[in-house]
């Protein structure tokens, strides 16, 4: 990290492509699993429901990738960061893993209708752009210390 604050570039291009790094990870991953849930489970969805199943994943990778890069450029001067990345990762986390959770489960419940999803995959967007701004604005301040 040390390295990438020596190069003439804003602070907030290191977080975005820290962040992007961290999604594309995630999404390789997913894009292994998720296949192999539907395979194993004997799951079917319609191709409405497959984009809608993917744009949830991807908020929900958007905003894992977003409060972790910011947690790991919090924690790194911490003697024991991975404990402590994981103690505080999760309690920031569990709003978008209950909303995907929810807006997941719209999905494969044929009873509930649309409105449902609609209104969680706005509630994981919200989350999303909500700790984007704040990860922009207070990520240089606390690099640069």
Do not use: C, H
Not at 24 to 38: D, H, K, L, R, T
């Amino acid at each position: 990290m040390k390295a990438l604050l020596l190069a003439p570039v804003a602070r907030t291009s290191i977080f975005l492509g820290k962040a992007a790094g961290v999604f594309v990870f995630m999404g390789v991953v997913e894009i292994v699993v998720v296949p192999s849930v539907f395979f194993f489970f004997n799951l079917e969805l319609s191709a409405g429901a497959l984009v809608r199943l993917f744009l949830t994943l991807g908020l929900g990778t958007l905003g894992q990738a977003i409060v972790g890069t910011l947690l790991a450029g919090v924690l790194q001067k911490t003697r024991s960061k991975e404990v402590l990345l994981a103690i505080v990762f999760y309690p920031i986390i569990l709003p978008v893993i209950i909303v995907g959770v929810k807006a997941t489960s719209a999905l494969f419940d044929p009873t509930l209708p649309i409105e449902d999803f609609s209104v969680w995959v706005r509630l994981l967007a919200l989350f999303d752009v909500v700790f984007l701004v704040a990860s922009l604005w207070i990520f240089e301040p606390l690099v640069t210390d």
